[in-house]
Nanobody, 125 residues
Framework: QVQVVESGGGLVQAGGSLRLSCAASGRTFSSYAMGWFRQAPGKEREFVAAISFSCGRTYYEDSVKGRFTISRDNAKNTVYLRMNSLKPEDTAVYYC??????????????????WGPGTQVTVSS
């Protein structure tokens, strides 16, 4: 099992940047594919970005491509989401998720087994 906790959310003006962190417990972090999802008020949870466990392959939702970067540091048991050029429509609670040894880059929320409590990101216009 693994536990994950997000941090780094906050209030930022449009065009600004934030870096979210997701710290994971356990000794096998490198064996987990990791993903970021977000949920805005009144909307369903949506995929943002993910990174595989084996080769670090990444995948992004179309609206964040070129603005967001997911990365992982297995030595620190941490996955990051660097968010640049933030827009008001990026406002949401951002969740980190993990799944053990899932081949490829999991894109759907139901492929993940472990979730953090979320961190609020608010982008003002």
């Amino acid at each position: 099992q693994v536990q994950v906790v997000e941090s780094g959310g906050g209030l930022v003006q449009a065009g600004g940047s934030l870096r979210l962190s997701c710290a994971a417990s356990g000794r096998t972090f490198s064996s987990y594919a990791m993903g970021w999802f977000r949920q805005a008020p009144g909307k369903e949870r949506e995929f943002v970005a993910a990174i595989s466990f084996s080769c670090g392959r990444t995948y992004y939702e179309d609206s964040v491509k070129g603005r967001f970067t997911i990365s992982r540091d297995n030595a620190k048991n941490t996955v990051y989401l660097r968010m640049n050029s933030l827009k008001p429509e990026d406002t949401a609670v951002y969740y980190c998720a993990a799944v053990f040894r899932r081949i490829g880059v999991p894109l759907s929320w139901d492929e993940y087994d472990y979730w953090g409590p979320g961190t609020q990101v608010t982008v003002s216009s």
